[in-house]
């Protein structure tokens, strides 16, 4: 039987954050991580990768880049002057997920997996923040209704997916999940924190395939003409000795920043879910940094086989995530001087972190260079970047000092990142009050 509350404890974390997940002696944070280990670990991650490949990284991308919205816009102390901008972006995402769902029951085909659960959560939740959101998508609609109350159903994913696991194996209705969705602890939990300035609490109501196959060509990296998102997957590229076009968009300078050299583009290109960067190999299409980075890992044998390593790798890849949304929000804000101070505060925090979890190791996974996975490409080209927002950030840590002197010095590496293209390209856009191009 799966434990449905397995013991938490985080006194002996190396990276301490909520959620945590402890499965005995084996310890994870980041909620992206958390969730695909469980799922992994009872056998639904096989059935994603049989059946979608990395097209659902993208999907479960997408459902987090809206969560990330929806959080910062219900945090903001400006939330109701930024809440019809939410709804905006909104009303574009939801088209996108109802064209991906087409005629399917589930994001994966015709069986409910992980990936359902992450974005059903979200949707519900979205049901309450505006009740009419999803009324011009029926699809969504009929999906939202199979997840919560057609009896193969689940809720909230950090805690559902175990009851979905357990139960699902007899091949029967699920009541105890309709019975959670129904009850006061689902009900009356609130969506945020109390400092939230939208938090959902009681009272709030709501209304009631095969991979596509790549052909041999050259693949092509799309996105702006900086380094932003796409670097590290240029650098893992580069790496791995890769052939790739290299597609570089301009944006224009202030005060229109002209982004048409990408819109004429952007929906001519059948992406699943137009965005940059993107990643297109032969018939293969993706959007999302994150699953791009992946995916060209994955495809030359660089992630590995055991599941516990891939929860940390996802996990560690998360917290760098985390730490550059916290860089560019800083970077790209009219009060960047004003935030500053507290961002190299939480960088202080952040570096401590990873300086501890390297340890005496050589890379993040102790791995010798030729197998280290695409994780350790989001934590070197992030450092690279701090290091040129503030020279004297890696002082006090050592071995992070020596890990990424040991990244840029790699034979594959070090022509292209001592080169003028590497050190003169911008790290963010024109509209970013630093920019990183001096």
């Known amino acids: 039987m799966v434990q449905v509350v397995p013991s938490c404890s985080i006194h002996n974390q190396r990276l301490i954050y909520l959620p945590y997940y402890n499965d005995g002696d084996f310890k994870l944070i980041q909620s992206g991580a958390i969730l695909e280990y469980i799922a992994d670990r009872h056998g639904m991650s096989e059935l994603v990768w049989a059946v979608t490949g990395q097209i659902i990284q993208t999907d479960f991308c997408e459902a987090m880049d809206l969560r990330m919205s929806f959080v910062m816009t219900c945090y903001n102390p400006d939330f109701e002057k930024l809440k019809p901008g939410f709804l905006e972006t909104l009303s574009q995402k939801l088209p996108n997920f109802g064209a991906y ?179 297109i190999d032969g018939d293969f299409k993706l959007t999302q940094s994150g699953a791009i980075l992946q995916y060209i890992g994955d495809k030359h044998g660089m992630v590995p086989d055991c599941k516990k390593q891939r929860a940390v790798l996802h996990m560690l890849q998360c917290e760098v995530v985390d730490l550059r949304v916290a860089f560019v929000h800083t970077c790209y804000s009219p009060d960047f001087a004003k935030l500053t101070p507290k961002f190299l505060e939480t960088l202080a925090e952040k570096l401590l972190n990873f300086e501890t979890f390297l340890g005496e190791k050589e890379w993040l996974t102790g791995e010798k260079m030729g197998a280290f996975p695409p994780s350790i490409y989001f934590l070197c080209e992030l450092l690279n970047q701090l290091a040129k927002f503030e020279p004297t950030c890696l002082a006090k840590y050592p071995k992070l000092q020596a890990y990424l002197s040991r990244f840029e010095n790699l034979p594959a590496l070090k022509n292209y990142m001592t080169s003028k293209e590497f050190n003169t390209i911008s790290c963010h856009g024109p509209s970013a009050h630093w920019r990183g191009d001096h």
């Open 101 to 279: 769902l087409g005629e399917k029951d589930w994001l994966t085909g015709d069986k409910i997996n992980y990936p359902d659960f992450n974005l059903c959560e979200l949707l519900n939740q979205l049901r309450k923040f505006e009740p009419s959101c999803l009324e011009m998508y029926p699809k969504l609609q009929s999906y939202l209704t199979r997840f919560e109350v057609d009896g193969w159903s689940a809720c909230e994913w950090r805690m559902w997916v175990w009851v979905w696991v357990e139960i699902s194996s007899t091949e029967i209705n699920l009541p105890a999940l309709r019975e959670y969705m129904a009850s006061k602890e689902f009900k009356t939990r609130p969506c945020n924190a109390p400092i939230a300035k939208w938090w959902a609490p009681f009272g709030a109501k709501i209304p009631f395939s095969c991979p596509r196959e790549c052909t041999v060509m050259a693949p092509t990296l799309g996105y702006w003409d900086i380094r932003g998102l796409a670097e590290q997957s240029r650098l893992l590229l580069k790496y791995l000795g890769v052939e790739f076009h290299d597609k570089r968009y301009k944006c224009g300078p202030s005060p229109t920043f002209d982004r048409s050299a990408w819109l004429s583009e952007k929906y001519s290109l059948d992406l699943d879910f137009p965005n940059l960067p993107y990643y």
